[in-house]
Nanobody, 127 residues
Framework: QVQLVESGGGSVQAGGSLRLSCAAS????????MGWFRQAPGQEREFVAAISWSTGTTLYADSVKGRFTISRDNAKNTVYLQMNSLKPEDTAVYYC????????????????????WGQGAQVTVSS
């Protein structure tokens, strides 16, 4: 069982930065692929970024590539999403998710690859 708690959301002006954190409980975190998704009002939840458990390989949605950075600290059971050069279209509720063993890197961009989800953190970017 893995429990995920996001923090670090808030409001910022366009061009600003925020860092989201996701603290995980459970013994499988270090062997879990981790992902970030977001959901804007009236829209479907969409993939943002993922990081592998073994090599630290990362993957990003085209819309955030070059602006967002996902990282993890297995000693702290925490995954981060550093968001720079924020745009109003980045406004959404951001969710972290865990894909515990047996993992499947080939599916990390899909919702159903993940077994555990956090409660979400609101990010609002004003123009």
């Amino acid at each position: 069982q893995v429990q995920l708690v996001e923090s670090g959301g808030g409001s910022v002006q366009a061009g600003g930065s925020l860092r989201l954190s996701c603290a995980a409980s459970g013994r499988t975190f270090s062997r879990s692929h981790m992902g970030w998704f977001r959901q804007a009002p009236g829209q479907e939840r969409e993939f943002v970024a993922a990081i592998s458990w073994s090599t630290g390989t990362t993957l990003y949605a085209d819309s955030v590539k070059g602006r967002f950075t996902i990282s993890r600290d297995n000693a702290k059971n925490t995954v981060y999403l550093q968001m720079n050069s924020l745009k109003p279209e980045d406004t959404a509720v951001y969710y972290c998710a865990a894909d515990p063993p047996p993992t499947n890197w080939g599916r990390v961009m899909t919702l159903d690859a993940y077994q555990y989800w956090g409660q979400g953190a609101q990010v609002t970017v004003s123009s």
